[in-house]
T-cell receptor, first 110, second 114 residues
Framework: AQRVTQPEKLLSVFKGAPVELKCNYSYSGSPELFWYVQYSRQRLQLLLRHISRESIKGFTADLNKGETSFHLKKPFAQEEDSAMYYC????????????FGKGTLLTVNP | DAGVTQSPTHLIKTRGQQVTLRCSPISGHKSVSWYQQVLGQGPQFIFQ???????GRGNFPDRFSARQFPNYSSELNVNALLLGDSALYLC?????????????FGPGTRLTVL
């Protein structure tokens, strides 16, 4: 069975500091991984996906198959980055599903 | 486009009752997925529908069912409600529901079971 683990429930950093949100996964196939974000009073929305290898709002995430990780990083955090972040894994085949982790609440202090 | 819409916004039911939640996808999107989000947890996948066919099912009891209509809107039904069914129910739409798709989420329906 597939699983997504986000070990930190809460993460607090100061503005301008680097930030890393951890995500580990368990999946027998080739993973398709995503980061979703929910800002205060807004809908859950896609931040980035590993298949497009893009950088959004300064965030990047690299898939490490050896460590089964997909950590989200940003070199200099901004106050507007404060939000709930969810890592998610997509599986297709005979049962399409998107499995989310429990989320990490990031707070960027001034 | 208003994005994905869900109705009702809030709902209060008592144990044993049945509930129907509704979702309208973004125009042009043919896939709808349903998620349950309990307070403090991430969204948990319930169903995915594409072109009116069920294409994915999560680990939920048979009390949960869904369907998709020809206009691609969808309903989630929950029978014999339990206190533990209290949660935010999210709907998401995408063009095809595949790995390359972005899922666009609605605002959710808050269900309280008393």
């Amino acid at each position: 069975a597939q699983r997504v683990t986000q070990p930190e429930k809460l993460l607090s950093v100061f503005k301008g500091a680097p930030v890393e949100l951890k995500c580990n996964y368990s999946y027998s196939g080739s993973p398709e991984l995503f980061w979703y974000v929910q800002y205060s009073r807004q809908r859950l929305q896609l931040l980035l996906r590993h298949i497009s290898r893009e950088s959004i709002k300064g965030f990047t995430a690299d898939l490490n198959k050896g460590e089964t990780s997909f950590h989200l990083k940003k070199p200099f955090a901004q106050e507007e980055d404060s939000a709930m972040y969810y890592c998610a894994l997509f599986s297709g085949g005979s049962n399409y599903k998107l499995t989310f982790g429990k989320g990490t609440l990031l707070t960027v202090n001034p | 486009d208003a994005g994905v819409t869900q109705s009702p916004t809030h709902l209060i039911k008592t144990r044993g009752q049945q509930v129907t939640l509704r979702c309208s996808p973004i125009s042009g999107h043919k896939s709808v997925s349903w998620y349950q989000q309990v307070l403090g947890q991430g969204p948990q996948f319930i169903f995915q529908y594409y072109e009116k066919e069920e294409r994915g099912r999560g680990n939920f009891p048979d009390r949960f069912s869904a369907r998709q209509f020809p206009n691609y809107s969808s309903e989630l039904n929950v029978n014999a409600l339990l206190l533990g069914d209290s949660a935010l129910y999210l709907c998401a739409s995408s063009p095809s529901g595949g790995a390359a798709d972005t899922q666009y989420f609605g605002p959710g329906t808050r269900l309280t079971v008393l």
